[in-house]
C-alpha cells in the first residue's frame, strides 16, 4: 500500500502497523503488517472541504493502481458531501 501511495506522489511514513499519508491532516491505513486484524482506513480533518481535498488524493491515488475502494464523505452536519470510489457500484 506504501508503494501505491508513493507511487502517487503522495508522502507516507510506514509504521510497523499502520501507513500515515502525510500529505492528508489525518489519513491512515491501519492493521497493515501482520494478521492483527483486517485493515482500517481512518480519516478526518478540521473541515468538509478538507476532508474531500484528502480524500480525493488517496481516491485517485488508488484507482491509478486499480483498486476497488470507496469513500464517503460527510459535513458536520453529518450529511453526505462526495462520493468516491474505483469499481464499486453505489448502493441505493
Known amino acids: ?11 507516507v511514513h510506514r509504521g510497523r502497523y ?8 489525518h489519513f491512515v491505513f491501519q492493521n497493515y503488517g501482520g ?3 483486517e485493515p482500517v482506513i481512518d480519516a478526518d480533518a478540521d473541515s468538509a472541504d478538507e476532508m ?3 480524500g480525493k488524493l488517496v481516491s485517485k491515488a488508488l484507482s491509478q493502481a486499480g483498486m476497488v475502494h ?9 450529511e453526505l458531501v462526495e462520493y468516491l470510489h474505483h469499481g ?3 448502493d441505493n
Open 70 to 78: 470507496r469513500f464517503e464523505i460527510y459535513d458536520y452536519r453529518n
Open 1 to 11: 500500500m506504501a508503494a501505491i501511495l508513493r507511487d502517487a506522489g503522495l508522502r
Open 35 to 37: 494478521d492483527i486484524g
Open 52 to 54: 474531500l481535498r484528502d
Open 88 to 90: 464499486w457500484l453505489q
Open 18 to 25: 499502520s501507513i500515515r499519508v502525510e500529505d492528508c491532516s
